[in-house]
């Protein structure tokens, strides 16, 4: 009843919200009946996602392709399921969290890490340990409702850390997201808070966070709400923290997230209007207010070169373009180059090309992606 009465309001105040850019957000494929209240999902390699399911549901791990469909089941005998609400993936270990506290009332905080890397071609896992943790800054339990800002529904990790995104509850709502940090070691921890921001004020239901995934490079991040998608360009920064918001199709209740290449995929839970499903979203559309900000988004060093030369291409936001094709046409329109970008030629800065072997003539570079460019290349000996 609840839920009918939200998708009611939101579609009545959408006009009013302020909620940015619209994104066309598109359906992958319903999910089964066992994921109907999926609350986390990450990608475990090129094809494979991890999802999970929130508390009241079994203990269990559920493997789906790139299309929704299930391929394994793993029951995670031994280890509960309180309120599993986030899972992130990092080096064949799984992190799972065991952390949502909708009445701020918890003191069993834990998230379990699993070593995995057998998982798909043994069907093995085992248990390497826990990290319990607390908020320093929370003295009662419950928190006082103008001071309930310790659920958590999201979760990313990168190399030895862990960072958190809590799911603000104030009354009245203030709209400020903590973001607090651990090891990645399995031992008891302070949570340490490494930041703060706001999403907006109004409606906590539009405004929550729910969700969060890190963008192409790591310096930028995605998180997740019940009608909208944030992006966080520079989100380690302290001194300022930008959100871009860009509107969803539909107020639903999303709590999984998780990038594969320019894809962005997320887990819509099953409602009374709507199946849970599987939907997916370009993230080249978040980046297309670049073209905005960057006359030039790369730059060639030299366009005319001999056959004994590199070409040389020059990015300033390379990470971006990182998994992009590129070809080298010649005038009769043949590719006599392509490839696709990689990140370790990204790490030197932009893409190097050797001509040796190529004729003297005109040939024409192109670049695929949001900042989709080519250019008129004179080869001579």
């Not at 009445?103 to 905080?109: E, I, P, V, Y």
């Not at 009608?227 to 639903?252: G, M």
Request: glycine residues 8%; aromatic residues 12%.
């Amino acid at each position: 009843m609840l839920r009918n009465i939200l998708v009611q309001l939101y579609l009545f105040l959408q006009p009013l919200l302020g909620l940015g850019q619209s994104l066309p957000d598109t359906l992958v494929s319903p999910l089964p009946g066992d994921l109907k209240e999926c609350s986390g999902m990450t990608l475990i390699d090129d094809t494979t996602f991890v999802l999970i399911n929130d508390g009241g549901n079994e203990a269990e791990l559920f493997l789906i392709d790139t299309l929704g469909q299930v391929q394994q089941t793993i029951a995670l005998i031994g280890i509960p399921n309180r309120d599993w609400e986030s899972v992130a993936y990092a080096d064949g270990l799984l992190y799972i969290g065991d952390f949502g506290n909708n009445a701020n009332k918890r003191t069993d905080l834990e998230i379990f890490v699993l070593d995995i890397s057998k998982l798909q071609s043994a069907q093995t896992w085992s248990l390497k340990g826990s990290i319990p943790f607390q908020y320093p800054e929370q003295s009662e339990f419950p928190a006082a409702e103008e001071r309930q800002y310790y659920d958590l529904e999201a979760m990313i990790v990168e190399r030895d850390s862990l960072f958190l995104f809590t799911k603000n509850r104030t009354k009245p709502f203030d709209g400020l997201v903590k973001v607090y940090g651990l090891s990645t070691e399995t031992k008891k921890q302070d949570a340490k808070l490494i930041k703060e921001f706001k999403t907006n004020v109004g409606l906590k239901h539009f405004n929550w966070v729910s969700g969060a995934s890190l963008g192409p490079n790591g310096n930028d991040l995605f998180l997740l709400g019940y009608s909208k998608i944030w992006y966080v360009e520079n989100w380690r920064h302290t001194h300022q923290t930008d959100l871009y918001s860009y509107r969803l199709k539909a107020f639903s209740q999303k709590e999984a997230l998780a990038l594969r290449g320019r894809q962005l995929y997320m887990a819509q839970e099953k409602s009374p209007n709507a199946p849970q499903s599987l939907r997916k979203v370009d993230v080249s559309l978040f980046l297309n207010r670049f073209n905005q900000l960057i006359p030039e988004a790369y730059e060639l060093k030299h366009s005319r070169l001999s056959s004994k030369d590199t070409l040389d291409l020059v990015f300033q936001k390379p990470r971006y373009f990182i998994g992009e094709n590129y070809a080298l046409y010649n005038q009769t329109g043949e590719a006599v180059k392509q490839g696709v970008i990689s990140e370790e030629s990204l790490r030197k800065g932009g893409l190097q090309l050797a001509l040796n072997g190529l004729p003297p003539g005109t040939y024409v570079l192109s670049i695929e992606g949001p900042f989709k460019r080519a250019f008129i290349i004179q080869i001579s000996l």
